[in-house]
């Protein structure tokens, strides 16, 4: 779940109060943060990302603060609306500073399963795919979705994910187990159609990703098919480790005028065997 990065605190000044009149220098005190909107969301989600700005000893600090935990808030994708507020506490100024209450404002996405549906077709024939997934399952931004697609040459893949953003442990980092099926149909070229069936666990922090993979293949030749390729027929077991780095300076991922991306990666198999 990488995303290009912004200056989250030009992209998310206007959601943000404005300064308090000559507090941006002074001293202030969190005195306390007022949480609305949530619902499925686990509360303790929400305050982990608050708990900068409830540390934050400056009107600059907590403005700061507040721009990130809003910037990170957003990127969890279960909310369509986030806002953060720095208002001026009714309590009397303490040796600590002046009290400021933070009020957040937070809209959930409505918890029902996003379907898509898409291909494409031609003369030769074409693809179909279908998806659905649904947000925030348990209350902590876990995605699970499933998948299933038919190519043109016959071949089908099943896929069922689940991803859990581990904010908690560190920014930055993820987790996703997927299972999946495939049956890939090469009798046009080298005659033998191909089915894997397996499961895999990824890690991820920051541009580094960590992974495991363990397949079970199954290569059933046709009767026109070669000697090397009868001799590769049958069952076989493909157990992997991988590990990945990327980086990516794009200004746009889709369109990008600037920057680069960078992907080198290592596999080990045969692990049991």
Same mark, same amino acid.
């Given at each position: 779940?990488?995303?290009?990065?912004?200056?989250?605190? #030009?992209?998310?000044?206007?959601?943000?109060?404005?300064?308090?009149?000559?507090?941006?220098?002074?001293?202030?005190?969190?005195?306390?943060? #007022?949480?609305?909107?949530?619902?499925?969301?686990?509360?303790?989600?929400?305050?982990?990302?608050?708990?900068?700005?409830?540390?934050?000893?400056?009107?600059?600090?907590?403005?700061?603060?507040?721009?990130?935990?809003?910037?990170?808030?957003?990127?969890?994708?279960?909310?369509?609306?986030?806002?953060?507020?720095?208002?001026?506490?009714?309590?009397?100024?303490?040796?600590?500073?002046?009290?400021?209450?933070? /009020?957040?404002?937070? /809209?959930?996405?409505?918890?029902?399963?996003?379907?898509?549906? =898409?291909?494409?077709? =031609?003369? #030769?024939? =074409?693809?179909?795919?279908? *998806? =659905?997934?649904?947000?925030?399952?348990?209350?902590?931004?876990?995605?699970?979705?499933?998948?299933?697609?038919?190519?043109?040459?016959?071949? *089908?893949?099943?896929?069922?994910?689940?991803?859990?953003?581990?904010?908690?442990?560190?920014?930055? +980092?993820?987790?996703?187990?997927?299972?999946?099926?495939?049956?890939?149909?090469?009798? *046009?070229?080298?005659?033998?159609?191909?089915?894997?069936?397996?499961?895999?666990?990824?890690?991820?922090?920051?541009?580094?990703?960590?992974?495991?993979?363990?397949?079970?293949?199954?290569?059933?030749?046709?009767?026109?098919?070669?000697?090397?390729?009868?001799?590769?027929?049958?069952?076989?077991?493909?157990?992997?480790?991988?590990? @990945?780095? *990327? +980086? #990516?300076? +794009?200004?746009?991922?889709?369109?990008?005028?600037?920057?680069? @991306?960078?992907?080198?990666?290592?596999?080990?198999?045969?692990?049991?065997?």
């Amino acid at each position: 779940m990488t995303e290009p990065q912004t200056n989250t605190t #030009d992209a998310y000044k206007e959601r943000l109060s404005p300064p308090i009149g000559g507090l941006a220098d002074s001293h202030v005190k969190v005195d306390k943060i #007022d949480i609305e909107g949530i619902g499925r969301t686990k509360a303790d989600l929400v305050q982990h990302f608050l708990k900068p700005i409830q540390q934050a000893s400056t009107f600059a600090a907590a403005l700061s603060a507040s721009s990130i935990a809003l910037g990170e808030l957003q990127r969890l994708g279960i909310f369509s609306d986030v806002s953060i507020k720095l208002l001026d506490s009714s309590k009397p100024d303490s040796p600590d500073g002046t009290p400021v209450d933070v /009020k957040v404002i937070l /809209k959930e996405r409505s918890f029902k399963p996003v379907l898509s549906i =898409g291909g494409h077709f =031609g003369s #030769d024939g =074409g693809d179909f795919e279908t *998806k =659905g997934e649904f947000r925030n399952v348990f209350g902590r931004a876990e995605a699970v979705s499933a998948s299933f697609s038919i190519t043109e040459k016959n071949s *089908k893949l099943g896929l069922i994910s689940f991803s859990k953003p581990l904010p908690l442990y560190g920014p930055d +980092r993820s987790l996703n187990v997927q299972l999946f099926k495939t049956q890939q149909n090469y009798q *046009k070229a080298s005659s033998y159609t191909e089915g894997i069936v397996g499961t895999s666990v990824r890690y991820a922090h920051g541009r580094h990703e960590l992974s495991y993979e363990a397949a079970w293949r199954d290569v059933v030749p046709t009767p026109a098919a070669t000697m090397p390729v009868r001799h590769s027929a049958g069952d076989s077991f493909k157990s992997s480790l991988r590990w @990945a780095y *990327k +980086r #990516d300076t +794009r200004d746009d991922p889709a369109m990008p005028t600037s920057g680069y @991306a960078f992907t080198t990666a290592q596999e080990v198999a045969g692990l049991t065997g």
